[in-house]
């Protein structure tokens, strides 16, 4: 099984930018597809972007052109970066596997705050 630990969130102004990193631990990381979720107070969690283990990428509609998914499988990292931040990316943040999504395995995510 994957574990992730996700980092890099905080508070930041709009048009502004973060990047988000997710470490892993285990050794079929490398072959596992990743998918970084949001869930904003209130609201249901949503995936925003997701990436295989090959590096094929796919985003939500509404982070596209603004957010990229990356990974290092050398480093067992996977990144979100997040450009030009809007007050409705305000969310906790969390990396995920589809095995672990399944089982209701979550870590505790990162805060991302977008506010003047």
């Known amino acids: 099984q994957v574990q992730l630990v996700e980092s890099g969130g905080g508070l930041v102004q709009p048009g502004g930018s973060l990047r988000l990193s997710c470490t892993a631990s285990?050794?079929?990381?490398?072959?596992?597809?990743v998918g970084w979720y949001r869930q904003a107070p209130g609201g249901q969690r949503e995936v925003v972007a997701a990436i295989s283990g090959g590096g094929s990428a796919n985003y939500v509609d509404s982070v596209k052109g603004r957010f990229t998914i990356s990974r290092d499988n050398a480093k067992n990292m996977v990144y979100l970066q997040m450009n030009s931040l809007k007050p409705e990316d305000t969310a906790v943040y969390s990396c995920n596997t589809p095995h672990n999504v399944m089982l209701g395995h979550w870590g505790r995510g990162t805060q991302v705050t977008v506010s003047s």
């Open positions: 285990g050794s079929i990381f490398s072959s596992v597809d």
